[in-house]
């Protein structure tokens, strides 16, 4: 394979300069694939690009990661239409008798519904907002927790649209099989040090442990002071088909995945048994019809396109880099300036610069995994706990960026603006994110 040296780097450094200048992942990627092609190929630059497309989407790594994540998607949507989601967490609202224990209820949901942030961050906030009302709690703090302990619980669980990308990377970067992506994970779990922190940070604040500090104290101060009415009053309960809806249309099929899962060994088997599972369970109780389960199926796969798209060209970005040869000459270059005990604390910061500024978070992802592994590979260091590394400052990066999807709609549905959650969250997210830079530290020296 023939090195084109400093120039291999130049479709990523496209790439990253798009994304930071333009907050369009998906198009950024594409021009640096493009960029890419053109070192390759010359004036039949496109001839070359489109081999590489063949050869990448037509592999079985792509339609593996192209059904996983398609049809978790369309899992979420029947959670959604089914009803479970509500009925779980209007169970958990009767937990709440004061202000402890509502902020430690809104954790525990935000742990509890780890399937999707999104669905985490909707459903969460619009069941406990009447409830943090009622004790005077700012919709701050409300946000806050909703929207970084959605996350941070989400990446931590295999069968979770975070933990299906994290899967994929796995797989991705050469860390393991397919087959072997669930044993995999299950080891990557110790090495996502932010995450950890952030729950148990995030549940700390609500039982008053740690205490609040900065412009969140003064929220708290401000709530003191006045008296909000509880808007959500008189709000009648949603009804799926003319029926309550059931916790347990939520709790069943995400313990049968799970079984599946565990027991294959492989998450896509487990989501095809979930996807029978739901169906064996939603139709019986007429909770919708049969052209309806297969519409939300739809659906939901629809949904997860652009997700989808995102991936696929970071995936055709990976290949075109490794025609390229940059991984080696990245690892030849800057692997022998960089010690490799300071790669994971370097690789979880450079994420989280990423990941912050250009607001979209598993695009980055793919790309900072693809250069730091190999990298870390060539330099005899620990592979899941750079990966480790790179996810925690990717899920960093999306609890403080304030212009990204997750906190714009945790702010909605909190009823604050963007501009509030920065300036109450950041500083009290500063906390785990300061320990977890001290652990990478640390555990570089003591796991290298």
């Keep these: 394979m023939e090195n084109y040296g400093l120039l291999s780097l130049l479709p990523m450094a496209v790439a990253i300069t798009l994304v930071l200048v333009t907050k369009r992942t998906a198009t950024s990627l594409l021009i640096g694939t493009l960029v890419g092609a053109v070192l390759l190929g010359g004036r039949g630059f496109l001839g070359r690009w489109m081999e590489v497309v063949y050869r990448t989407l037509g592999s079985e790594l792509w339609i593996w990661v192209m059904l996983l994540v398609g049809c978790f998607g369309s899992l979420v949507a029947l959670f959604e239409a089914s009803g479970g989601i509500h009925g779980f967490t209007k169970i958990a609202v ?27 961050i909707l459903a969460v906030g619009a069941t406990m907002r009447r409830s943090t009302d009622r004790f005077q709690v700012p919709r701050e703090m409300l946000a806050f927790l909703i929207c970084s302990v959605s996350a941070a619980a989400c990446v931590m669980f295999p069968v979770s649209s975070w933990g299906m990308f994290v899967t994929s990377q796995l797989v991705a970067t050469g860390i393991c099989s397919s087959g072997e992506s669930m044993a995999a994970f299950l080891r990557l779990i110790p090495f996502l040090f932010y995450p950890i922190l952030m729950v148990l940070c995030g549940c700390l604040y609500g ?57 294959v060994g492989d998450a896509l088997y487990g989501v095809f048994g979930c996807i029978v599972f739901c169906a064996l369970l939603y139709l019986p109780q007429r909770l919708m019809t049969v052209g309806r389960f297969l519409e939300t199926l739809l659906a939901g796969f629809r949904d997860m396109l652009g997700i989808l798209f995102i991936v696929g060209i970071a995936f055709l970005l990976r290949d075109v880099n490794d025609l390229l040869g940059m991984p080696e000459f990245i ?7 960089l010690p490799v005990e300071l790669l994971p604390v370097v690789a979880f910061l450079i994420a989280f610069a990423l990941g912050f500024s250009a ?30 590394a790179v996810v925690s400052g990717i899920v960093a990066s999306c609890n403080a960026c304030f212009f990204a999807s997750q906190a714009t709609l945790a702010a909605s549905v909190s009823g604050i603006d963007n501009t509030a959650y920065a300036k109450t969250a950041l500083p009290l997210q500063g906390v785990p994110f300061g320990l977890s830079a001290a652990a990478y530290l640390a555990a570089g020296y003591l796991l290298h």
Excluded: H
Excluded at 210 to 215: E, K, R, T
């Design 359 to 388: 607001g979209n978070f598993w695009g980055v992802c793919a790309i900072s995994a693809a250069v730091l592994i190999p990298m870390a590979q060539g330099m005899g260091g620990n592979l899941l706990l750079t990966l480790g």
């Design 207 to 263: 039982a008053k442990v740690l205490p609040v500090f900065g412009p969140m104290k003064t929220a708290y101060l401000r709530e003191q002071c006045k008296e909000r009415a509880d808007q959500d009053e008189g709000e009648e309960e949603p009804l799926v088909n003319g029926k309550k809806p059931s916790a347990w249309n939520l709790f069943l099929p995400i313990l049968a995945m799970t079984g599946i899962t565990l027991a």
């Design 94 to 120: 009767q937990l709440c008798k004061n202000e402890r224990r509502s902020l430690l209820v809104t954790c525990l949901l935000s742990v509890v519904i780890f399937v999707d942030d999104y669905l985490a």
């Design 331 to 337: 690892i030849g270059s800057v692997g022998a300036m």
